[in-house]
């Protein structure tokens, strides 16, 4: 048995596209002018840009902190770089040949040999041969 509802509407088994259609012109004004449409959007607007500029501020705020703290960390490193450059010239200063001989001369009284004062008894010829 084969019927036929009439309460449901009736469909285009295909849809047709003309070219009517891809020809009407746009209306010009095609941007929302109601009040109705700005109420809301003035609302979410007056919520939401105070609260981006208090982001911006904080985020500006958190930037400008880091670079304050970046700089005195440079400059605690330059100083640092200064003390070791210090500290090392009085280390070579400390451990020179002439500081060396200065302290064994003060302490234990020994001074660098001129020549002809060391003498070295040679075997060979039987006498001592002086440096």
Known sequence: MNFQNTSQPY?????????????????????????????????????LIPLMLAINLGVASLASNTNESIIAL???????????IELRAKKARLRGQEQFQQLAAEKLSLYVHKKGQVGVFSKRK???VYL
């Open 74 to 84: 440079e400059n605690k490193r330059h100083e640092l770089m200064d003390k070791n």
């Open 11 to 47: 469909m285009r088994p295909v849809i047709q596209i003309g070219v009517g259609q891809h020809s009407l012109r746009r209306r010009k004004s095609s941007f929302p002018v109601s009040i109705t449409f700005w109420r809301p959007v003035g609302k979410v607007l007056f919520l």
């Open 126 to 128: 039987g006498y001592f």
